[in-house]
């Protein structure tokens, strides 16, 4: 569920509604961690780093951390001089989150961080493209960019003026498991924030003439991605892969769904998705708790569900046997392979070995590991990368990569052949501190912002993980063994239960 990875979608016009859709654990996402000539700080730097909640990262003496992820290595964005010794550690500045349950059920998480003069609101609920029914695909995704275009007090013009003159952010988005309004303020204006984000979540109208735009944009997306090889391919392992669970699904939906959709449809499709024991407002930054907690609870503390809530489906069914799709396209350079392995529920704690796995495989951030140095480093690859995806009804470990045509045959045996060595024998030592020190350092630095925190607080919360999650998330890796990456390698990534999505020139 962490937005760690995000999508690769080169397409502009896919991009412009596929944002709002992978902002919670729709795609995958790496290939944007920053890297280049800096000062890097020592191993024992990044091992003591993960020892401290992710909120403390912010920034290292006024500086925001950057790393290298080929070698697992934290630095400051500046470059340290050589006379200056890097920091052993980053100084802690801000206290644990607090969890408060409001009279309704409704969960407010108060992450008081008082690094940078801004203020980010997130709220968050059950639902997504999971929760569709077979006669409304898409509309998780339209509902939640219409959230704020329209409410009981202001037109979408109102909002985006107000929004816009008080330097905020505002949006809507929808992911797999979970619909949600994200926002970020000065905190001078966090109040004002805050009542924009309950307006848009307890008061949408779903306006008509919105509701046309978006639509529109929508249909202009779903026909833009099956230009992108790399999206193209990633839906059709989705399909493959889960099968009739709803995770197979496009999260734009289809054509023919979105065209129908009605006002009437939202409106009862946000009734039914609105139940306050299933939401979550998460807030970071710089803000004073006590008066926090009194407008929240004053704002989302008394709303009640109107509508039955949506029944969740069931858990993940892998498929019985290989199975491999391949779609030709006329027009393309590139073959893309993309490999789908069964993999843990977001609860499961294999999912800290799995991370392990991932890094020794392909790094983590930036590209890296065994399959990077095989295919890249003999430049048989444009990209080549794996991550593991846990979800609430299960997940998928995917590796994919997109080549040549001429190449695709021996790239496919060689990542079948990185497979089978992961399951047959151990990593190096080597290998292993260098993907957990990777790991923590990726994970240090995507959340280092306040954005990042709250959205990070919400779905720990709204999936059960709790709030101390990230905290522990660089112990949990640190006690991950040689015996435990070769034990998940060989439960999961079971070339009998996979699926192989191709997307090649015709």
């Keep these: 569920?962490?937005?760690?990875?995000?999508?690769?979608?080169?397409?502009?016009?896919?991009?412009?509604?596929?944002?709002?859709?992978?902002?919670?654990?729709?795609?995958?996402?790496?290939?944007?961690?920053?890297?280049?000539?800096?000062?890097?700080?020592?191993?024992?730097?990044?091992?003591?780093i993960g020892k401290f909640p992710a909120s403390t990262f912010e920034d290292v003496d006024g500086k925001p951390l950057t790393y290298d992820a080929t070698k697992g290595e934290v630095s400051s964005r500046q470059p340290v001089p050589k006379t200056v010794a890097a920091p052993s550690a980053p100084k802690i500045v801000t206290p644990e989150p607090q969890l408060v349950t409001l009279p309704n059920g409704v969960q407010l998480i108060l992450n008081p961080n008082s690094s940078a003069p801004t203020v980010s609101i997130v709220a968050m609920g059950t639902g997504g493209t999971r929760l569709e029914n077979e006669n409304e695909l898409g509309i998780s995704n339209v509902a939640a960019q219409?959230?704020?275009?329209?409410?009981?007090?202001?037109?979408?013009?109102?909002?985006?003026?107000?929004v816009d003159d008080l330097g905020g952010e505002?949006?809507?988005?929808?992911?797999?498991?979970?619909?949600?309004?994200?926002?970020?303020?000065?905190?001078?204006?966090?109040?004002?924030?805050?009542?924009?984000?309950?307006?848009?979540?307890l008061q949408p109208i779903f306006p008509a003439p919105e509701l046309s735009k978006v639509k529109t944009q929508t249909l202009d997306a779903l026909g833009s991605q099956d230009d992108d090889p790399m999206t193209s391919a990633s839906l059709l392992l989705r399909k493959t892969f889960y099968g009739?669970?709803?995770y197979g699904r496009n999260p734009l939906g289809t054509e023919a769904a979105v065209k129908s959709l009605t006002r009437e449809q939202l409106v009862g499709y946000w009734r039914r998705s609105l139940q306050p024991k299933n939401t979550v407002i998460a807030v970071s930054g710089r803000f004073d708790s006590v008066q926090m907690e009194r407008s929240a609870r004053a704002l989302f503390g008394s709303f009640a569900g109107t509508g039955s809530a949506i029944k969740a489906p069931g858990e993940v069914t892998p498929p019985p046997s290989f199975t491999r799709v391949e779609k030709n396209k006329p027009g393309i350079a590139q073959a893309v392979l993309w490999y789908g392995?069964?993999?843990?529920?977001?609860?499961?704690?294999?999912r800290f070995p799995l991370d392990v796995l991932d890094a020794a495989l392909s790094g983590a951030g930036l590209p890296g590991g065994r399959l990077h140095e095989?295919?890249?480093?003999?430049?048989?690859?444009?990209?080549?990368?794996?991550?593991?995806?846990?979800?609430?009804d299960g997940g998928m470990f995917v590796i994919y990569a997109a080549t040549g045509k001429e190449n695709r045959t021996k790239v496919r045996t060689i990542i079948e052949e990185e497979i089978n060595k992961v399951r047959q024998a151990d990593i190096t030592p080597e290998e292993l501190e260098r993907a957990k020190s990777m790991m923590i350092a990726a994970h240090a630095i995507d959340l280092q912002t306040n954005d990042a925190q709250a959205r990070d607080l919400a779905s720990d919360a709204l999936f059960g993980l709790g709030i101390q999650q990230s905290s522990e998330y660089a112990a949990k890796i640190n006690a991950v063994t040689l015996a435990d990456v070769r034990r998940v390698a060989n439960q999961y990534l079971k070339m009998e239960n996979a699926a192989l999505a191709v997307v090649q020139p015709q």
Excluded: C, M
């Design 244 to 246: 009739k669970h709803p």
């Design 374 to 392: 095989r295919l890249r480093n003999d430049q048989l690859v444009y990209v080549v990368h794996a991550y593991d995806s846990p979800s609430v």
């Design 341 to 350: 392995f069964p993999s843990v529920n977001v609860k499961n704690e294999d």
């Design 170 to 201: 505002l949006s809507g988005f929808s992911g797999n498991n979970a619909w949600g309004v994200e926002s970020s303020w000065l905190a001078g204006d966090w109040k004002r924030g805050l009542n924009l984000v309950a307006e848009s979540v």
């Design 1 to 48: 569920v962490k937005p760690r990875i995000k999508a690769a979608v080169a397409n502009p016009k896919v991009a412009a509604v596929a944002e709002n859709v992978n902002k919670v654990n729709a795609f995958p996402a790496s290939l944007k961690a920053e890297n280049g000539d800096k000062a890097p700080a020592t191993l024992d730097d990044v091992i003591a």
């Design 146 to 162: 219409l959230l704020t275009r329209g409410t009981q007090k202001r037109t979408e013009e109102q909002i985006a003026q107000l």
